[in-house]
Structure formats: C-alpha cells, structure tokens
C-alpha cells in the first residue's frame, strides 16, 4: 500500500512537471527573438545558469543578459526590454518577485552554481591586525565561517549586490576578501584563501504576466 501510494504520489508530480514544462514552451513559441534577464556583472553564478537556460532552450535568437541587480533584471522584464526573468531562490527578496502582478512564474529548475570561496586579489598581504572588510552578496553570507574555518578573525561583513560585484570590488582594493565563485575569481585577478564548495540552487524563470 505505502508503494502504490508513493508511486501515484511521484506519477502526479510527474504530470504537474509535464504540465509545467508544456506551458513553458508555448510561452516561448510565441516569442521571435527571447532575451534572459538575470543578475550580473558577467561573472555571477545567475550568468553561468543564464548561459546553461541558452543551451535548454536550444533557440539560436537566445541570449542571456546581465544587470547590476536583480530588481534592473526586473525591470526590463516588466518594461519590455527583456522576455524571461532568470532568479536564484536565495535572493533575499524574491518574494518581491512572486508577489508582482505584472510577472507570472513560468517554470523552476535545479543548477549546482560554480564553485564559491573566500578570495582575494593575487599578490595583496592581508593585515596582521585590525578588522578585515569582508564583501558578498546577502545569500552565500552564511558560508563566511565556514570558509573561515571558525578562525579568530575579526571582520565586517559589507553587502553589495552579486559575487561579482564583490570580486571587482576586491580587484579594486575596495575590501580585504570577498565570498564569490571561481568564474569571478577567474575574471578578476583574485585567488582563492578558503576551502571551496557548490551551492545546489532552485532557480525560478518568470515572464511577463
């Protein structure tokens, strides 16, 4: 019995998926030329899924675009500008997103991000003493004492609006460390300090409503 109710369970999810994933595409089949809005600078892990959504939609007039925050990405959404909103679950204000009247949530998936860490700019001597200013975007905050190691440190945390944003910062001089992934770490200049790990994220795709 718990088999056969588990099964029907799994064969009704498997239809609302099915259903999911029908009206998706006929969202799409009604739009010539479709430009994913999502979070940048380029370098973020919303980019790297942008690129990976590209690749599913499998449409040669797809392109992913990248804006300073999410709430710009928003915009051109609901202006017009833009077809799709690409938004990762952590943001700390996507109830904002599902609760606008001018946008309907059109499908959700699962993407591993890049790998994240603590970084800083290759070649800077962290201090000795003093308090370290630590940059990141508000969803991997919790992660810091974790890459830390739960070490003595004094540090401050300031919040800016993606990882990438963060690494240029750090690029710049502006912080001693950021929390940001490897295609930053990569783009900017900085290296890695810390242990590093994925983040397995739900991401949600909207359009206009």
Request: aromatic fraction near 10%.
């Amino acid at each position: 019995m718990i088999l056969y109710q588990t099964s029907r369970k799994l064969k009704n999810l498997e239809i609302i998926y099915s259903k999911q994933i029908k009206n998706f595409s006929n969202y799409l089949s009604s739009l010539s030329k479709i430009e994913i809005a999502t979070l940048g600078p380029k370098g973020t892990s919303s980019e790297a899924t942008g690129i990976y959504l590209v690749s599913l939609i499998n449409n040669m007039n797809t392109r992913c675009c990248v804006y300073p925050s999410y709430e710009k990405a928003m915009e051109s959404v609901i202006s017009g500008k833009s077809d799709l909103l690409l938004i990762a679950n952590a943001y700390n204000k996507i109830d904002q997103v599902y609760m606008c009247p001018k946008l309907k949530l059109l499908t959700a998936f699962e993407y591993q991000t890049p790998y994240y860490g603590l970084a800083k700019k290759i070649g800077y001597k962290l201090p000795d003493q003093g308090t370290l200013k630590i940059a990141t975007h508000h969803a991997p905050q919790s992660l810091i004492p974790h890459f830390i190691d739960n070490k003595k440190i004094d540090y401050e945390v300031i919040f800016v609006e993606s990882t990438s944003a963060a690494a240029l910062s750090t690029q710049q001089g502006n912080f001693d460390l950021c929390v940001t992934n490897e295609n930053s770490v990569q783009m900017y200049g900085l290296e890695f300090i810390s242990r590093t790990l994925p983040i397995i994220m739900l991401w949600s795709v909207f359009g206009r409503a």
